[in-house]
């Protein structure tokens, strides 16, 4: 039928440019894996190990997965399996920290990454970008807190939060404190 021809052309388009991003993706995590271990390994101060992977949204070849999946698809009017349902799945010291991390672990995983792009796009472009951390401090332990405040060397890093106790540990830089939006 005309509809079949259809969707069998829409899945190999989605096949093969899906086959593309997810090379890309893949080759991005085994870039970003060369600074993140030790990021994260730096803000749990060694406490911690963190370990990362590439997660399909199906299993077997992507295109025999998505003519599999065909009929459903129809049904729901979602694409069920594909890049965009693809996951990356963080694990610290081997148990999944989505599933089982606390807010302060699932905090520094979100850090190790940006903090870890960073270390990236310096290699690349051989220069830092801005670091901008919006309350990022408050649901991170006193260690960790410490590690953000007086490790990010090189960069110009922009850290925000409410709390002054949370930048207790600052060694170096500035503070600045802003209060009904006048900067004091």
Not at 69 to 75: F, G, L, N, T
Not at 103 to 127: C, F, M, P, T, Y
Not at 151 to 179: A, E, P, R, Y
Request: one cysteine or more.
């Amino acid at each position: 039928s005309t509809l079949s021809i259809m969707l069998d052309v829409f899945e190999e388009e989605i096949f093969e440019n899906g086959k593309k991003l997810t090379e890309y993706r893949k080759r991005y995590i085994e870039i970003l894996n060369t600074f993140l271990p030790s990021v994260y390994r730096g803000i749990s101060a060694g406490k911690e190990s963190l370990t990362t992977k590439y997660i399909y949204s199906f299993e077997g070849d992507f295109l025999t997965a998505l003519k599999n999946s065909r009929r459903e698809d129809m049904y729901t009017g979602i694409t069920s399996i594909g890049p965009h349902r693809d996951d990356i799945d963080f694990k610290i010291n081997g148990i999944s920290a989505r599933k089982f991390g606390s807010q302060g672990q699932k905090r520094s995983v979100a850090l190790a990454v940006k903090l870890s792009e960073a270390e990236v796009i310096n290699k690349n472009v051989g220069e830092w970008p801005i670091i901008l951390l919006d309350d990022v401090m408050s649901e991170l332990d006193v260690t960790r807190q410490n590690y953000i405040l007086n490790h990010i060397k090189g960069m110009q890093s922009f850290i925000t939060c409410c709390d002054d106790q949370n930048i207790k540990g600052l060694q170096n830089g500035k503070k600045f404190v802003v209060d009904n939006g006048c900067v004091l």
